[in-house]
C-alpha cells in the first residue's frame, strides 16, 4: 500500500466550530478521473462505521463533523480497495488537506480514459454548482442538489459529470423519467462513460424499458467490466425481459 502525503493548513479556530471539517483534494502527477474513489476517516470508534466522502471528478472531497482524535485517512475504489492511507490528527476546526498520490498509484478506471471529458474544462461556475450539488447530497438535501445540478447543466450544457449526477438524484428521487432524460444527454456527450450507461440502464429499468436497459448495461460492462452496478442491472434487465416473455 502506498503512503500519502498530508499538507494541513489551519483556517479557524476552536471555539468557532466544536466539530471540525476537512476539506481535500486528491491530486497526482497524471491526468486522472478521480470520482469512482471514496475518502475514508477510521478511528478505534469509527472502524465498523466510518465517516466517508465522495471524491469529485477532480478530487475534490469534503468531511463534516469530525471529532478531534487520531485517525487512519483511507482512499479507496468502488470496489473496497485501499488506494493510499496515512495518519491525520484533528484537532481544530478546519483542516484543508492535499493527497497526492505517487505516479504508480494514479487511479484509472478499468475502461479508457474518454477523450470527451479530457478535452472539456468545465465552466468555474458550472463546476462550483457542482460542487455544491455534492455537499447537498452529502447531507441528505436532495432537491437542493437537483437544483444546483440543474443550474450547472444550464451553465455548462457539456458538462459531463454533471449531466451523469443529475440523473443519479433524479434516480434516488424516484424521477425516473428525468433521470433517463438526463442520463441520456450524458452518454451523448461521452460515449465512453461506463459509469453514466449503468446509471442510464438503472433509470431505465424503473421505466420499464427494458431492451434499452440491457442494452445500456452491456454497453457499461463492455467499456468497464469493473462497475459492479453495470452487472446487477444487466441481470435485473435480463430477467424482466425473460419474466416478460412467459406466455
Known sequence: MKRIALFLCLVGFCRAQPSPTIEGEIVSDQPADFSHLTVRLEDSQHRDAPITA??????????????????????????????????????????????????DATPRPGGPVSLARLSHKPDRRAFQAAIRAQKFADNGDRDEA????????????QFTDAWNNLGVEYIRATRYADAVSALEKAVALDS????????????LLRVERLDEAEAAARRSVQLDPTVEASHHVLNAAVAALRSRARP
Do not use: Q, W
Open 54 to 103: 465522495s471524491v469529485t471528478l477532480h478530487g475534490e472531497f469534503r468531511l463534516s463533523g469530525v471529532p478531534n482524535g487520531l485517525y487512519t485517512l483511507r482512499v479507496v475504489d468502488e470496489r473496497g480497495n485501499d488506494i493510499a492511507s496515512d495518519l491525520l490528527n484533528v484537532s481544530m476546526v478546519t483542516h484543508n488537506v492535499t493527497v497526492r498520490l505517487p505516479s
Open 146 to 157: 437537483v437544483a444546483a445540478l440543474s443550474k450547472a447543466v444550464t451553465l455548462d450544457p
Open 192 to 203: 465512453a462513460c461506463a459509469r453514466c450507461y449503468s446509471n442510464l440502464a438503472m433509470a
